[in-house]
């Protein structure tokens, strides 16, 4: 039994998660860092952010909404302030264009825990009250939390990767509970650590299905979203899903969102096969591109997606979330998204109404 997804019944709108930082924001975390910042201009800071990012959403007709994560860094790079038994090590490069190479490193130096948990929840409370849009919130899977840290022979989990990786699942275990009983009823959680660290897609949806334990049973609504990467618009990993299957439908999820636009919109096939157990989140505007989709360029994929998938099953959003996209960018391509999954609702209705 698949709990409620959030929305109109057909085709809701949606995005994946973060979007596009305000120019000002580059600026105040520059001062932040520095520490010219006192504790409520940083609060500020990132209200205002996050009222930026829920305005553009709201403007552009989105259904169903994110803070845009705008109180976190570079995806996961924040999070790691949240735990213990890490100590930082220097990135690997420093000179020429920032890629996966550049960001800063932990070294694991005992068992990880989180005292003070990851801080979802007061990203959660700011939201409600700031938005009467459907709401869902993102967490970065245990998976993808460890990307930046090193085990090795010797540490706490004698350098195995998918040991650190159940403990932090733990944490975000705990997290989603906390968010559950916030009040929170729609949930996805982060992946895009799929394709890019050795293993195996039993280990890695088995560690999924750890960090999520006992959340659908209190009515929350899981996504898992998969996908190739997104800093600096360069994706890393083997840009296909079909190796994943049949596998990837054990996740303990009411639904699975990947990429497509990007990709070209091949295996789109693969739809069909998730939508026998769950309901569907497809990509279909490129977040690695500068080309702005136009109506009618969405309305055909999401024209293509439904040979393959029923409306009442589908959510459209952005193949990823918009942390490296100017805002002036993110905000066309959200509102051309918007207009063609319209435009396909009207032609499955026969309405001729405006609204969303």
């Not at 959660?124 to 990307?147: S, V, W």
């Not at 100017?326 to 063609?340: N, S, T």
Request: glycine share 8%.
């Amino acid at each position: 039994m698949l709990n409620k997804r959030p929305g109109p019944e057909l085709l809701p709108t949606s995005v994946v998660g973060s979007y596009a930082l305000p120019s000002w924001v580059w600026t105040a975390m520059e001062a932040i860092r520095a520490e010219k910042y006192g504790p409520t201009d940083v609060r500020e800071t990132f209200d205002d952010a996050v009222n930026v990012a829920v305005r553009d959403q709201e403007r552009a007709g989105v259904d169903v909404i994110t803070d845009g994560e705008m109180r976190r860094w570079y995806f996961v790079q924040g999070f790691y302030d949240s735990f213990t038994g890490l100590e930082q090590i220097p990135p690997l490069r420093t000179q020429g264009v920032y890629g996966y190479d550049s960001p800063p490193r932990y070294r694991v130096v005992d068992k990880i825990t989180s005292p003070k948990g990851l801080g979802i929840v007061p990203e959660f409370e700011y939201l409600r009250q700031n938005t009467d849009h459907a709401i869902k919130m993102t967490c970065p899977g245990p998976l993808t939390l460890t990307i930046h840290m090193q085990a090795r022979k010797g540490d706490a989990y004698n350098g195995d990767r998918v040991a650190l990786a159940y403990d932090v699942a733990e944490i975000v275990n705990r997290e989603l509970h906390a968010m559950a009983d916030a009040g929170v009823t729609c949930i996805q959680l982060d992946e895009p650590s799929y394709s890019i660290i050795p293993g195996e897609t039993h280990d890695w949806v088995a560690l999924y299905n750890q960090a999520v334990r006992g959340i659908r049973e209190k009515g929350v609504r899981l996504g898992l979203h998969v996908c190739f990467g997104n800093l600096g618009s360069r994706p890393r990993g083997k840009r296909r899903y079909d190796w994943m299957f049949p596998e990837l439908l054990e996740a303990d999820s009411d639904e699975l969102v990947l990429e497509f636009a990007n990709r070209e919109m091949i295996e789109l096939e693969l739809l069909a096969e998730i939508a026998k157990a769950k309901d569907v989140g497809a990509g279909l505007v490129d977040v690695k591109s500068f080309y702005v989709e136009t109506v009618e360029d969405v309305a055909e994929r999401v024209r293509a997606a439904l040979e393959h998938v029923p409306p009442e099953k589908l959510t459209i959003l952005p193949d990823c979330g918009f942390f490296q996209l100017p805002r002036w960018l993110a905000f066309q391509k959200l509102q051309r998204m918007v207009e063609g999954v319209r435009l396909v609702r009207q032609e499955l209705t026969g309405s001729t109404s405006s609204t969303s």
